[in-house]
């Protein structure tokens, strides 16, 4: 079993950052990916980012240069980097984890971004 702890999220003006944290709790096999979503109000939840335990990184069009992700294997946790941020980024960002034979999800964390 893993437990999916994210956070970081907050409210920021155009062309502010926030770092979002999604730290995974229990034991982790070899050979995994954690990506992250979003989900606006009214819509499909969407690829934003992801990592797999290579280190490939994979970013959707909408973020590629503004935000980073990476890990750090000792504490478990991705972070996702977010620069430069739109209000079109406004959305709850969830993070799921795949590995050990399943998939698990947080429970979100909201970025709010204000013109």
């Known amino acids: 079993q893993v437990q999916l702890v994210e956070s970081g999220g907050g409210s920021v003006k155009t062309g502010g950052s926030l770092r979002l944290s999604c730290a995974a709790i229990g034991y982790i096999y070899n050979g995994y990916d954690v990506t992250w979503y979003r989900q606006a109000p009214g819509k499909e939840r969407e690829f934003v980012s992801g990592?797999?335990?290579?280190?490939?990184?994979r970013y959707a069009d909408s973020v590629q240069g503004r935000f980073t992700i990476s890990q750090d294997n000792a504490k478990k946790t991705v972070y996702l980097q977010m620069n430069n941020l739109k209000p079109e980024d406004t959305a709850m960002y969830f993070c799921?984890?795949?590995?050990?034979?399943?998939?698990?999800w947080g429970q979100g964390t909201q970025v709010t971004v204000s013109s």
């Open positions: 799921n984890f795949a590995g050990n034979g399943r998939n698990y």
């Open positions: 990592i797999n335990s290579g280190s490939l990184k």
